[in-house]
């Protein structure tokens, strides 16, 4: 069967709530992710006890705050090396008809992170207008070779979507070819432009851009907490990605601080050695 009607194989989930979250791990995840997927399941249930959550996976998962485990062997293929190029499959595997989509890395910091009323009645599909700081000021995050070429950038760390919608299948489809010959879009970029490796925002970026529904895509009233020291201006000479070396991050009963700053919305920390440097804390603070 060729790689372009692999969809076709996949069990394709039945719908078995309204809204839900759903976080994705498969076999090309780092270790770290199954710690971080744990890590971001709990914070949910603190904050939304009743919240339904799916998990698809080709991995043994046992997790008592997990409502749905959707095991997946097919859809997550072996030459797809990225992770995120499996984020294009969710449109089949999720079983809510309305999904919040989060990735692994993601701590939800208070019960007002998430506008669910809001979300449920989307009509096809969103992602947050803008990311912010932990400060809460808006982070200028535009993808270079995007941007030169007078794409919007759309960031795949979070978006919601709604399966029962004739454009948001359209969506996936494209999407789908998109990432699995993405390649070939490059023109639509820039025909100079020689990708190495498989990048995700671009891909879904692409995706809006061809469709040109990229404007009726961003959302105003979700956003998120997008730890990146590289687009923080208030730290001048620092490089370094993994910015628990040189902030503190604070868990309490009223949610999570970052130095002096709490963090209000949905907090995406990217830097994996949190989950190391402050586990005593945050599994005390998630009981």
């Known amino acids: ?48 006890p009743s919240m339904p959550i799916a998990v698809i996976t080709d991995q043994a998962l046992s997790m008592k705050e997990v409502d749905y485990v959707i095991p997946q062997e097919i859809a997550i293929d072996s030459y797809w090396s990225d992770k995120k190029i499996n984020l294009c499959t969710l449109y089949w595997l999720s079983p809510f008809k309305v999904t919040l989509f989060i990735d692994n890395d993601f701590m939800l910091t208070s019960p007002d992170n998430i506008d669910q009323y809001h979300l449920e009645s989307v009509k096809t599909m969103c992602v947050p207008r803008r990311v912010l700081g932990f400060r809460e000021h808006i982070l200028p995050y535009q993808n270079r070779v995007l941007n030169e070429n007078g794409i919007d950038t759309v960031l795949p760390h979070t978006f919601c979507f709604r399966r029962d919608n004739e454009t948001t299948l359209e969506f996936f489809n494209l999407w789908y070819q998109v990432c699995q010959d993405w390649q070939a879009f490059f023109p639509y970029v820039n025909k100079t432009v020689k990708f190495k490796n498989f990048d995700s925002t671009i891909a879904i970026s692409l995706t809006a851009h061809i469709l040109g529904i990229t404007k009726e895509l961003k959302n105003s009233v979700y956003t998120y907490v997008h730890m990146d020291p590289f687009l923080e201006g208030s730290f001048p000479g620092i490089r370094n990605p993994a910015w628990s070396s040189f902030l503190k991050i604070w868990p309490s009963e009223d949610g ?4 002096n700053y709490k963090v209000n919305k949905l907090l995406h920390y990217k830097d994996k050695k949190v989950i190391s440097i402050y586990k005593k804390q945050l599994h005390e603070w998630l009981r």
Do not use: H, R
Not at 256 to 259: D, F, L, R, V
């Open 1 to 48: 069967m060729k790689k372009n009607s692999t969809y076709k194989k996949w069990k394709i989930t039945p719908i078995q709530a309204d809204f839900g979250i759903t976080l994705l791990l498969d076999k090309n995840s780092d270790p770290v992710q199954k710690d971080c997927l744990s890590i971001c399941v709990k914070s949910i249930k603190k904050w939304y």
């Open 256 to 259: 999570i601080a970052i130095e």
